[in-house]
T-cell receptor, first 109, second 113 residues
């Protein structure tokens, strides 16, 4: 059973555009993480959000944890080709992380 | 620092063969995890360990076995390989449980033919 659904699955945009990726679940998580994965590599942690309603910014990336701690969003402002990759959300349940289905982002120059 | 090291990077197995995927971390992390990633899918947890001598099943443990005799090493054993085990396998570690982020290895791409 897939607990975390991400949308969209695929996104191809032009450099300079803005985008938002969504991560939704019916489960409540104690925390939520976002990772980025490049081809042939393992995922790399971008951010961890812990408190419902929390907003964190990482340069052009803004992450939000839903008030009920069931969902999250990632917003990228003025996307650049270097943002290309697979974005994964992951919710914490006990000692385990449950990963979402992933969003494959391609930013065209 | 090497971080999390996985070997081999690629492997082709015949149906019914066995193999061990190696994972070593040099960060003295207590928690270690094995995930598999199928095309178009997220990562699914196979097994995890919260310390030497302690292991537990994840979402998809069937067909796999693990052991954790030291803090550094967490090998994943495939017995009687099946085509359904064709996947990319990732090992990860963290100093303690969530919400601490994981450090991942670069993966092992396994094909069973």
């Amino acid at each position: 059973t897939q607990l975390l659904e991400q949308s969209p699955q695929f996104l191809s945009i032009q450099e300079g555009e803005n985008l938002t990726v969504y991560c939704n679940s019916s489960s409540v998580f104690s925390s939520l993480q976002w990772y980025r994965q490049e081809p042939g590599e393992g995922p790399v942690l971008l951010v961890t959000v812990v408190t419902g309603g929390e907003v964190k910014k990482l340069k052009r990336l803004t992450f939000q944890f839903g008030d009920a701690r069931k969902d999250s969003s990632l917003h990228i402002t003025a996307a650049q080709p270097g943002d290309t990759g697979l974005y994964l959300c992951a919710g914490a349940i006990g000692n385990k992380l449950i990963f979402g289905t992933g969003t494959l982002l391609a930013v065209q120059p | 620092n090497a971080g999390v090291t996985q070997t081999p990077k690629f492997r082709i197995l015949k149906i019914g063969q066995s193999m061990t995927l190696q994972c070593t971390q040099d960060m003295n992390h207590n928690y270690m995890y094995w995930y598999r990633q199928d095309p178009g899918m997220g990562l699914k947890l196979i097994y995890y360990s919260v310390g030497a001598g302690i292991t537990d099943k994840g979402e998809v443990p069937n067909g796999y076995n693990v052991s954790r005799s030291t803090t550094e090493d967490f090998p994943l054993r495939l017995e009687l390989a099946a085509p359904s085990q064709t996947s990319v396998y990732f090992c990860a570690s963290s100093p303690r449980g969530t919400p601490i982020g994981y450090t991942f290895g670069s993966g092992t791409r396994l094909t069973v033919v």
